[in-house]
């Protein structure tokens, strides 16, 4: 009986545990914050994007059916085509954060001059011609409801959506102006009616084809031939009165092994700023896996040769040009030697305010390479490497640069009385300085993607260290003529205008 109630007990635990650990929370490798700055700015780009859409949209044709008593004509078939949106103008424009619903847009006392082809039918007559159409009186309001699939991908849905025009003039041009302009204000009612009919189901169209774009982006990126990076959403986008914050997964995985790493992301908060329109909080624990997954993808070992190591010692250093020569007066070698770093356990990032430290604990080895043998190794050791990360925001990416702060050996106890091999630390020190960071700096220049859409670009960026985050703080701009380099697979062809968007194969 006591086994049975032991055995219980178990069940119930494991039961417990389970479902604890399926219930718990999952914090983000990445927070992007827009506040109510960014929306400012965007009624004035998006007045920028609506008049390239304007120019490349077909609008549905207009059609209908009216009578002219004053005429003695049961009716005349009226058909507007081509047309054609010259001039907009939406002065009192607005868009504001609605707490946890998503975002308000209002628009009123809008104007707006359409050219177009028309023709006529009626049992007295038919006729083509071109006119203007003159609206005044434009209003919308809806708002814009923001949550996430189960893909981590953005989902749009426009609720509430309200458009009117309240007037509406029609211009007829051509030899007859003067007739068809007689019995154009009885067609202005008929035209506004089936307007407003269809401004809110054009506007939702836009949406929805918006959204089909959106769910098409990458959020599983290849940054390199090593890893790839998971930019999904991981929970709806949390609004409050004064902005927008994105919980993305943030977390790097090898390019074969889509394995979350052995530890998990802690909680950080974004400091309540609101002079830039974007804040992007980056956390150690985006770093750290980075650091995880390329040491697993094994980024960190490479080998270099004599000729490899000395271009860089000359290219980065002086004094230190016979450097190679002491090693071989050491040896009394005459053949080639090489070295090999490899990386003993991932390196060890740590983030505390105004410091971003990188320490990389490895085995370097010298070997020779006598002719029709294999590589021998002269000599073998343990190293910690502690290094300054330097930041930077290029273009849309974030750049990182290594400075060695300082080189610590742990030799073997056999080794500890042996001279020669004590007389390597400064060398090794060198070759470390001059020759393995450059290279790893040099790599380091691709950067890492920040999501952006397409034409927009970064400007007045700013990056901080906070304990357990860095932030960056970022203006938006966008800019139509703008030739950017695809900086996240998918963003770079994103487009707000239906049918814009084409998604390319990642390389």
């Known amino acids: 009986m006591r086994t049975k109630a032991v055995q219980v007990l178990w069940g119930c ?129 809806g708002i814009i409801v923001l949550s996430q699939n189960d893909f981590g991908h953005p989902i749009l849905k426009l609720q509430d959506c309200y458009a009117q025009v309240s007037h509406a003039h029609v211009s007829f041009s051509g030899e007859l102006s003067v007739l068809y302009n007689s019995f154009a204000e009885p067609m202005e009612k008929p035209i506004l009616k089936n307007l407003n009919e269809m401004l809110c189901p054009i506007i939702t169209s836009e949406v929805e084809a918006l959204n089909a774009n959106l769910s098409m982006l990458e959020v599983l990126t290849k940054i390199d031939n090593y890893t790839l990076l998971d930019y999904s959403l991981i929970s709806s986008p949390e609004i409050t009165e004064n902005y927008i914050e994105l919980n993305l997964k943030g977390v790097f995985y090898p390019l074969d092994n889509l394995t ?11 400091p309540e700023r609101s002079d830039s329109m974007l804040y992007v909080g980056i956390s150690e624990f985006f770093f750290k896996s980075a650091s995880f997954a390329y040491f697993i993808a094994g980024a960190f070992n490479v080998t270099l040769s004599m000729k490899e190591i000395s271009n860089h010692l000359v290219q980065n250093s002086q004094g230190l040009g016979n450097m190679l020569s002491r090693i071989a007066e050491i040896y009394i070698l005459s053949q080639p030697f090489m070295v090999r770093v490899m990386a003993t356990e991932p390196p060890v990032i740590s983030l505390l305010p105004g410091n971003f430290t990188l320490d990389i604990p490895a085995s370097i080895v010298i070997l020779t390479q006598p002719e029709n043998s294999t590589a021998e190794a002269i000599v073998s050791m343990d190293f910690v490497a502690s290094t300054s990360v330097g930041l930077v925001i290029l273009g849309q990416r974030l750049v990182c640069s290594l400075s060695l702060n300082r080189f610590r050996l742990s030799l073997p106890e056999s080794s500890r009385s042996n001279i020669e091999v004590l007389r390597f630390e400064n060398i090794l020190s060198s070759i470390l300085h001059f020759g393995i960071l450059p290279l790893a700096n040099a790599k380091l220049q691709q950067g890492i993607p920040l999501p952006n859409p397409h034409k927009i670009s970064f400007v007045n960026s700013d990056v901080e260290v906070f304990e357990g985050f860095l932030l960056i703080s970022t203006d938006l701009k966008y800019e139509t003529s703008l030739k950017q380099q695809p900086s996240f697979h998918g963003w770079e062809g994103l487009s707000l205008m239906s049918g814009q968007w084409r998604g390319k194969p990642a390389a």
């Open 260 to 270: 979350d790493p052995p530890f998990l992301p802690v909680p950080f908060a974004l």
């Open 13 to 141: 635990f494991f039961l417990w545990n389970l479902c604890s650990s399926s219930t718990q929370t999952i914090y983000p490798g990445i927070k992007a914050r827009v506040t109510q700055r960014a929306l400012d700015y965007g009624i004035q780009a998006g007045m920028e994007m609506i008049e390239q859409m304007i120019k490349e949209k077909n609008i549905p044709d207009l059609k209908g059916s009216e009578s002219l008593e004053f005429l003695k004509v049961d009716y005349v078939n009226y058909n507007f085509s081509n047309i054609k949106i010259n001039v907009f103008s939406f002065p009192n424009t607005s868009l504001a954060f609605v707490p946890g619903v998503g975002i308000k847009a209002l628009t009123n006392h809008g104007t707006a001059n359409i050219s177009t082809n028309w023709d006529v039918k009626s049992p007295l007559f038919q006729d083509t011609g071109e006119a203007d159409l003159f609206l005044s009186g434009v209003y919308f309001t």
